[in-house]
């Protein structure tokens, strides 16, 4: 007779004592590897953040200097009252902190430079809120992990891969919920999403269609990079339509609730046009474009004299000054008008232009961050084109990883994105699942038959 493993064994015998005590879900909540998981990620973010007390509120926050124009946003959108560089979830998400906690908002007190940059800042009022607000995150990233834990274990089936594949992630990014940004709600929400695409590629269903959508849009007026997922889900649901005609009424749903975000962001846009004369999400990235050539010097090789000439006359000239010469910019030529001269000069010199972000990422070190991540991707990509056409099957799962994270990792080299390190890191949870594949692949390979492998991958595709 085969001998169960000691661990199976105890945890039935946990059950069972909770059984007799008529509270088994207590003990088949307990026995389970993601209750020790969620409970070790809790008590380390609390070991990194400790209970508040007035004396360590400093620590309780790691910010930076645009961190005022999330906390303090006095717009209301159903007034028809936008900001040309925030987006809304963000502070809305504060907003409901200070609702519900009754506490003061949190001011920032930002310290700038005689030349206009801000070089860091302080918070003066809320920080018991402060508090609140990374208690608010952390939940929300606890609570991210359970959907996360579930669908990798779809793709991952090694039990002891699976479980520290996600405990190391849970782990990694404790320290980043403490940053009253958009970073804390950005990895959570990509971990949900993906969590959402597998679950619906390993069954589709109506709901979960929606679903994908309803975050879609969520996550793009949290951070407006996120556009990319409005283009991948087009091109996935219009694909499942015509490829997949056992669940084309599911793919249909999800193609409605993605018509439904365009229009919200549409009509967003179009209040930012009437407020600002500027057809956007967010005036942010055409700042970080503009910062860049004119930084590096590429400005000079525009032909818009005009532009150059006025540029070179400015007291605001030094590049220091970016910030007031920005703002000077805006007063004088207006949005349109710099990203006319922003968009011609870089179109008219893509080839310099895309050899400058090369070098100005390998002199800023961050070529050594997710560079390799880049290597890695185009290898998976062409793993799963060679699997693809071994097993005859569209690689939707793994295809979806892939665009996942190399649309980002695209528009963060190629897109005018700047703080690179920081910005990488929604992806990284998906980026870690693709990696823990290759290390499942091994664990079962040694296990398990080679028929047997083959048809996993097969059914993980």
Known sequence: MEQKPFLSDLRETVVNRFTDWKLKPVGVVIVSPLFWLLCFTIVLFFQYRPVYNKTTAQSYYCVNADTNGY?????????????DNRTPVYPWFLKCIYKLTGDESILDKVTFTETGTPIGDEIIQGQKTCFYVLLA?????CLALIPFYYSSKILLHNPIVHFFTVLFIAVYFIPYQSWILTEPLSISGTMVFFSLMIFYLNRPRKITAFLIGLLTLILVF??????????????????????????????????????LVCSVIYGYAKLNQKNYDYFTLSSVSLHTRFFIIYQTGFYKKSTDTEFIEYIANSPLNPPESKYLLMDDLTKHFGYNRIKK???????????????????????????????????AGAFDFLFLALSGFYFRKIPWTRLGMWALVF????????????????????????????????????????????QQLLEELKNTL
């Open 71 to 83: 906390t303090q946003y006095p717009y209301n959108i159903f007034k028809g009252e936008t900001t």
């Open 222 to 259: 949290l951070r407006p990079i996120f556009l990319y997922l409005v283009i991948l889900l087009a091109g996935f649901w219009m694909f499942r339509i015509i490829v997949n005609k056992e669940d084309r009424k599911q793919s249909l749903i999800g193609l409605l609730s993605l018509c």
């Open 407 to 450: 649309g980002w990792f695209f528009l963060m080299y190629f897109g005018g994105v700047d703080c690179y390190e920081r910005l990488i890191l929604p992806v990284l949870p998906v980026m870690f699942i693709v990696y823990a594949r290759y290390v499942d692949m091994i664990a079962q390979a040694s296990v398990i038959s080679r």
């Open 137 to 141: 995150q952390a939940l929300i990233y």
């Open 341 to 375: 001269f922003v968009n011609d000069t870089i179109k008219n010199n893509a080839r310099d232009f895309f050899v400058l972000n090369i070098k100005r990422m390998w002199w800023e070190g961050d070529i050594y961050t997710f560079t390799p991540h880049y290597f």
